[in-house]
Nanobody
Framework: QVQLDESGGGLVQPGGSLSLSCTAS????????MGWYRQAPGMERELVAR???????EYADSVKGRFIISKDSGLKTVYLQMNSLKPEDTAVYYC??????????????WGQGTQVTVVS
């Protein structure tokens, strides 16, 4: 079992910044990718940013240049620094970690979600 512990999020004005963090724990052999998704009311869950084992990153076009994803492999933690926030960034943000556990079975773990609200 892999558990994800998310923190961060909250309420911020447009143009402000917030940071999210997510720490994975449990029986993991390897982590292949860590990322953040978000889901706004009435919308489908979408990829925000993802970072893979060797550090390459992928961002949604809507957040490029404003959000930065990073990780600490030793701490099994992924971070999302969100700058220049816009009202359209308002959503529940979910951490996602994929990899293999110690039985060499693939896992795809999700966090409980954390609310980010951008409002004047």
């Amino acid at each position: 079992q892999v558990q994800l512990d998310e923190s961060g999020g909250g309420l911020v004005q447009p143009g402000g910044s917030l940071s999210l963090s997510c720490t994975a724990s449990g029986t993991m052999f390897t982590i292949n990718a860590m990322g953040w998704y978000r889901q706004a009311p009435g919308m489908e869950r979408e990829l925000v940013a993802r970072i893979v084992t060797y550090g390459s990153t992928e961002y949604a076009d809507s957040v490029k240049g404003r959000f930065i994803i990073s990780k600490d492999s030793g701490l099994k933690t992924v971070y999302l620094q969100m700058n220049s926030l816009k009202p359209e960034d308002t959503a529940v943000y979910y951490c996602n970690v994929v990899g293999y556990n110690t039985n060499f079975r693939a896992f795809d773990a999700w966090g409980q979600g954390t609310q980010v609200t951008v409002v004047s």
